[in-house]
């Protein structure tokens, strides 16, 4: 049986109001009926467990910045927890690739991405979608977890 993903809850970004439908008028949950979209996941597996409090912290802050991102629409961070085990990483969904290259190379990011690269493994993923679906999105996300999550991580 698979290790439950907990989904921290959707931060829209600045590019994620009235033109994507889900702003403050539409209710937690409900279906997106945006436009084309740019979705990432991204998943970082400790090589040990206690890297990933420090992992998890750095999400949280880069998380409450997310208001200012230029072109972001959304974002969920993820956790699978885990004694032995855990991962975490975060589903991001942007206006176009030209705002998550931004995000990748902003200094705060940068920065966390340093600090940890050579402590764990990170995947990632990004694909295009003409229609950007909230409960979609999160649902072929939580499927790519949950593949990643049955892989070993390689010291």
Do not use: C
Request: glycine fraction near 12%; hydrophobic fraction near 40%; charged fraction near 25%.
């Amino acid at each position: 049986m698979p290790a439950p993903i907990w989904f921290a809850p959707w931060k829209p970004g600045p590019a994620g109001s009235a033109d994507a439908g889900h702003g403050p008028g539409n209710p937690a949950g409900a279906a997106d009926a945006g436009g084309a979209a740019v979705v990432s996941v991204t998943g970082f597996a400790p090589y040990r467990p206690w890297t990933s409090v420090g992992v998890n912290v750095s999400g949280v802050a880069l998380r409450r910045a997310w208001g200012e991102v230029e072109g972001a629409i959304g974002l969920w961070l993820w956790s699978v927890p885990g004694l032995l085990r855990p991962r975490s990483g975060s589903v991001s969904v942007w206006r176009d690739e030209e705002g998550l290259r931004g995000f990748v190379a902003r200094h705060d990011h940068v920065r966390i991405m340093r600090a940890y690269r050579d402590r764990g493994a990170l995947r990632s993923t990004t694909w295009h979608t003409e229609r950007f679906d909230r409960d979609a999105t999160q649902e072929a996300a939580r499927r790519i977890i949950e593949e990643w999550s049955r892989e070993r991580p390689t010291a």
